[in-house]
Nanobody, 115 residues
Framework: VQLQAFGGGLVQAGGSLRLSCLASGSAMFAMNTMVWYRQAPGKQRESVAEIAADSSTTKYADFVKGRFTISRNNAKRIVYLQLHSLTLEDTAVYFC????????WGRGTLVTVSS
């Protein structure tokens, strides 16, 4: 299984991005609760958003405050993270994994927010 996150880039504060994470080779993807994580420079990795296997429930970290939306397409084995109203504090490498972090970590995708 390989987790490939993409869609990051340089964006001005207040801007938007859509991140995608493809779980290649995962036969269990459709049964996994998937989570987007992020790791800012010099900080520990933290959970950003979580989505149930059937998309019935989602959860968000407090710092999201309604700015991000997680979704998924099980047929394509992709989980998405729509980012809006980005702030400098959102600068980080964004990763996805299942809730129990069972898959090998991918390289993530870098989101850089500029003022």
């Amino acid at each position: 299984v390989q987790l490939q996150a993409f869609g990051g880039g340089l964006v001005q504060a207040g801007g938007s991005l859509r991140l995608s994470c493809l779980a290649s080779g995962s036969a269990m993807f459709a049964m996994n609760t998937m989570v987007w994580y992020r790791q800012a420079p010099g900080k520990q990795r933290e959970s950003v958003a979580e989505i149930a296997a059937d998309s019935s429930t989602t959860k968000y970290a407090d710092f999201v405050k309604g700015r991000f939306t997680i979704s998924r397409n099980n047929a394509k084995r992709i989980v998405y993270l729509q980012l809006h109203s980005l702030t400098l504090e959102d600068t980080a490498v964004y990763f996805c994994n299942d809730l129990f972090e069972e898959y090998p970590w991918g390289r993530g995708t870098l989101v850089t927010v500029s003022s």
